[in-house]
C-alpha cells in the first residue's frame, strides 16, 4: 500500500508521466536491420506505451477521487485502505504486464544490440 500512497502524492505533486517509448522505435530500427524482429519489437512498445496511458488515465483518475475522498471529514479508514487495495492492485497489473514486455523485447535482441539502443537514445537526449 506505501507504494501506492507514494505514487499517488507524487502523481498528485508532478502530474501525469510523460514517458513514451516511442524513442525506442527509432533507435530499434537504427541497431537492427532484420525488419521481422523491428516490427515485434514496434508491436511491444506500442503495447507498453498503450499500458502506459493506462496507467496515466488510472492515477489522474485516483488522484481526483482521493481529493474528494480526502476532503470528507467522516472517511473512514476502512474506505481508505480499500481505496489504497484497488489502486495497489491496478499498479501490480501493470508492473506484471510491463515486466512481461520488457522480457519479450530482450528476447528479440542480443546483448549488443541492447546496449546499442540504449547508447543512441541516451546520446539523443
Not at 498503450?50 to 474528494?68: F, G, R, V, Y
Request: charged share 30%; no cysteine.
Amino acid at each position: 500500500m506505501i507504494i501506492a500512497i507514494i505514487t499517488t502524492v507524487v502523481f498528485l505533486i508532478y502530474g501525469g508521466v510523460g514517458f513514451s517509448f516511442g524513442g525506442f522505435n527509432d533507435a530499434v530500427e537504427e541497431v537492427i536491420k532484420d525488419k521481422s524482429r523491428i516490427k515485434q519489437i514496434s508491436v511491444i512498445t506500442e503495447e507498453a506505451d498503450k499500458e502506459l496511458k493506462a496507467l496515466n488515465q488510472n492515477i489522474e483518475t485516483n488522484s481526483k477521487e482521493l481529493a474528494k475522498m480526502n476532503r470528507n471529514y467522516d472517511l473512514t479508514r476502512q474506505e481508505l485502505e480499500n481505496f489504497f487495495e484497488l489502486d495497489d492492485i491496478r499498479h501490480k497489473a501493470f508492473q506484471e504486464t510491463f515486466i512481461t514486455l520488457r522480457f519479450q523485447a530482450k528476447r528479440l535482441m542480443s546483448q549488443e544490440e541492447w546496449d546499442a539502443m540504449y547508447a543512441k537514445i541516451k546520446n539523443r537526449k
